[in-house]
């Protein structure tokens, strides 16, 4: 046999391989390789096998769940769960994509949208812990809202650097929900500067597309940091992630006379355990804010600091109840958090919980403060699926489910979930209020882009001044990406 027919032979040994077994779990695909057209590949001939009979469709989900396990232990630069490094496509449609010739540098188009809606059945409607005077604090029966509306691009430049510009339009408002670049040559270390989120915790840093529940968890809500200018360090290791910035207080406006104030935070996460179909994860994260502050002459040269809002409201934006820090923390000189996450996953179950401690140092006098809360929750994927833990980034990412909805092909991936939550910001003269909140779930997965979400939510909220509201509400989400 001659060399060049030896090397043919090879080569086909290799492909075919690559169809029969997938990619080895700790391949790194490179650019130029096959391995994202070959799992696509993978799945269109499942799908086919399984219409034309070959397969069982227990054949078939088993297939599929390898398929999809072999794909997520696989790098992807840009972060994206669909896209497993480069292709030799040029355009890609469906997420679309166009990547250069050489595989050096890809651009992407990104966005997505919330459609919102909810019903009030609280006992009280009229008469609500939102508005502290008596007899006030009025919300509506029912409600609808775009709660996100977002449209943005990212990239990949010389195999450098990552990009990405995102704008949300919400509230009236357009705002940067990510304007940054970051470098990656050095890995496993990775500098990022511009627009970014603030590190701290699973739900914050896990993208709200990935989210069990339609908003964050109360005490998630309420203290999390903000997006703001500023430059991060990652190191992201194969069952850990190490972070730290430094954040500004800057956005898109700059007011003259407002010094905008800085952070430090920081954020381990490590994976003590990680199984074909189960993962353990831990966290502890820490943030100290100098607040912003505007020098005021009267005698004295004082600071008058600016007035901080830490709020959550009913667990729908659809019913926009402020049932927790419904009133502004005045005199703030600096903040300090302290965060615990834990979360773990056997099979189709998962589970994950968060302690968030707050203390507020203030100013003229006025008493420190210490506020906190904690939430516990637990879902189940009816249809055997799995949630997409990444533990080099300490967070997760988009479920794929076994069999897109289709009539008579497939159901999608059906998932129920409970949580609870408690929140408590009253301390010393300060009324944030306390809350108890309950939330049932259940989530529909057409797609990989495509979900449906239905909440029960009860709550029992209540503040210094003896008001209380108690109730339930009912929400319910369309939400796609692309």
């Not at 397969?55 to 398929?67: A, D, G």
């Amino acid at each position: 046999m001659s060399l060049k027919r030896l090397n043919c032979f090879l080569l086909s040994l290799l492909v075919s391989g690559l169809f029969l077994f997938g990619t080895p779990a700790n391949a790194v695909p490179l650019p130029g390789t096959l391995a994202d057209s070959t799992a696509s590949v993978q799945r269109e001939l499942l799908q086919t096998l399984l219409e034309n009979g070959v397969i069982s469709p227990e054949q078939f989900e088993r297939l599929m769940r390898q398929s999809a396990g072999d794909a997520a232990r696989s790098r992807d630069l840009l972060g994206d769960d669909d896209d497993f490094g480069y292709t030799q496509t040029d355009i890609r449609t469906r997420r679309f994509r166009v990547r250069s010739e050489d595989g050096r540098d890809l651009f992407r188009l990104r966005g997505r949208l919330y459609i919102d809606g909810a019903g009030n059945f609280l006992d009280d409607r009229k008469n609500t812990v939102d508005d502290s005077r008596p007899n006030r604090g009025n919300l509506a029966r029912y409600g609808t809202i775009i709660r996100s509306a977002r449209i943005g691009a990212e990239g990949v430049m010389y195999e450098d650097f990552l990009w990405r510009l995102e704008v949300d339009f919400r509230d009236e408002e357009v705002r940067l929900r990510g304007a940054y670049l970051e470098y990656i040559r050095l890995n496993p270390f990775r500098i990022k500067i511009g627009n970014i989120k603030e590190p701290f915790g699973l739900e914050w840093m896990n993208s709200r597309n990935r989210a069990t529940f339609m908003e964050r968890a109360a005490n998630v809500d309420a203290y999390k940091p903000d997006w703001n200018l500023g430059m991060e360090l990652a190191w992201q290791g194969s069952r850990y992630s190490l972070s730290t910035a430094l954040m500004s207080g800057g956005g898109l406006l700059n007011e003259r006379d407002l010094t905008g104030g800085y952070a430090f935070a920081g954020r381990a996460t490590v994976a003590p355990y990680i199984g074909f179909d189960s993962y353990s994860h831990l966290g502890f994260s820490s943030s100290y804010r100098v607040n912003a502050f505007t020098e005021r002459i009267d005698g004295n040269f004082d600071q008058q600091y600016a007035d901080v809002r830490m709020r959550t409201r009913t667990g729908t934006r659809a019913i926009d109840g402020r049932f927790i820090g419904a009133d502004d923390l005045d005199d703030v000189v600096d903040i300090t958090r302290y965060h615990a996450e834990a979360a773990f996953g056997i099979g189709p179950v998962h589970v994950q919980g968060e302690y968030t401690i707050v203390d507020v140092r203030r100013d003229f006098l006025k008493p420190d403060l210490s506020l906190g809360g904690w939430y516990v929750q637990a879902g189940w994927f009816l249809t055997g699926e799995r949630r997409n833990y990444r533990p080099d980034r300490g967070n997760f990412g988009a479920v794929v489910p076994n069999r897109n909805f289709r009539p008579g092909f497939g159901p999608g991936a059906l998932e129920l979930a409970l949580r609870y939550a408690q929140v408590d910001s009253n301390d010393e003269d300060y009324d944030g209020g306390e809350m108890k909140h309950f939330t049932a779930g259940l989530n529909w997965y057409l797609n990989r882009e495509t979900r449906l979400m239905l909440n029960y939510i009860y709550l029992d909220a209540e503040r210094l001044n003896g008001k209380r509201t108690k109730g339930s509400l009912i929400a319910a989400r369309v939400q796609f990406e692309f």
